[in-house]
């Protein structure tokens, strides 16, 4: 069974930068892939990036396109969502989710999810 556990977020101000975790503990296995969604109060989660495992390649959905990077570190199991010039939009509880997803922007498809960690963005 996979567990996850993200830390990394907090306040800070607009045009920050931020770097989220996902600490991944247990057995991967075959198409494992990880998300980051976001979700603001009341609305409904928003697909932020994606890595697939098997072949290392990353995924982005438009609130961090060419201002985020999802990433990974093999040797400590964790992945990573590097976030730039950050606006007062962008606050959201950040979750982070583990499945194998034939779709990686559909929050459905993944079956394991993190508490989440909050990221607010003053203006």
């Known amino acids: 069974q996979v567990t996850l556990v993200e830390s990394g977020g907090g306040l800070v101000q607009a045009g920050a930068s931020l770097r989220l975790s996902c600490a991944v503990s247990?057995?991967?296995?075959?198409?494992?892939?990880t998300g980051w969604f976001l979700q603001a109060p009341g609305k409904e989660r928003e697909f932020v990036a994606a890595l697939r495992w098997n072949f290392n390649s990353p995924f982005y959905g438009s609130p961090l396109i060419g201002r985020g990077d999802i990433f990974r570190d093999s040797t400590k199991n964790t992945v990573y969502l590097q976030m730039g010039s950050l606006k007062p939009e962008d606050t959201a509880l950040y979750y982070c989710?583990?499945?194998?997803?034939?779709?990686?922007?559909?929050?459905?498809?993944?079956?394991?999810w993190g508490q989440g960690t909050q990221v607010t963005v003053s203006s």
């Open positions: 989710a583990a499945g194998a997803p034939d779709r990686v922007t559909d929050p459905d498809e993944y079956s394991t």
């Open positions: 247990g057995r991967t296995f075959e198409h494992f892939a």
